[in-house]
């Protein structure tokens, strides 16, 4: 069973940056197209930012710019850089792999904008 371990949320202030991590307990992660997804309270979950197997990245157009999806294949690891955040970006973020086939979800990380 796949299992994902995000980390590196926490509590900043509006224009602030946080790096997102999730680990992926699967040892054919390179073949995969990874996504990291947000939840926001009262909100149905979204996908913020994907990439490919081999680094090809796509974003949601709300984000204008400030985000980064990055992936270390030799770490099982993908990142989210997250610059000049704003307090809409309050919400629990998620790795997983680029649907419709998900694994199972991760506790996912808090991030929380606020001043």
């Known amino acids: 069973q796949v299992q994902l371990v995000e980390s590196g949320g926490g509590l900043v202030p509006p224009g602030g940056s946080l790096r997102l991590s999730c680990v992926v307990s699967?040892?054919?992660?390179?073949?995969?197209?990874m996504a990291w997804y947000r939840q926001a309270p009262g909100k149905q979950r979204e996908s913020v930012a994907t990439?490919?197997?081999?680094?090809?990245?796509n974003y949601g157009s709300s984000l204008k710019g400030r985000f980064t999806i990055s992936r270390v294949n030799a770490k099982n690891t993908v990142y989210l850089q997250m610059n000049s955040l704003e307090p809409e970006d309050t919400a629990v973020y998620y790795c997983?792999?680029?649907?419709?086939?998900?694994?199972?979800w991760g506790q996912g990380t808090q991030v929380t904008v606020s001043s």
């Open positions: 699967r040892s054919t992660f390179s073949v995969y197209a």
């Open positions: 990439i490919t197997s081999n680094g090809s990245t």
């Open positions: 997983n792999r680029v649907g419709p086939r998900l694994f199972d």
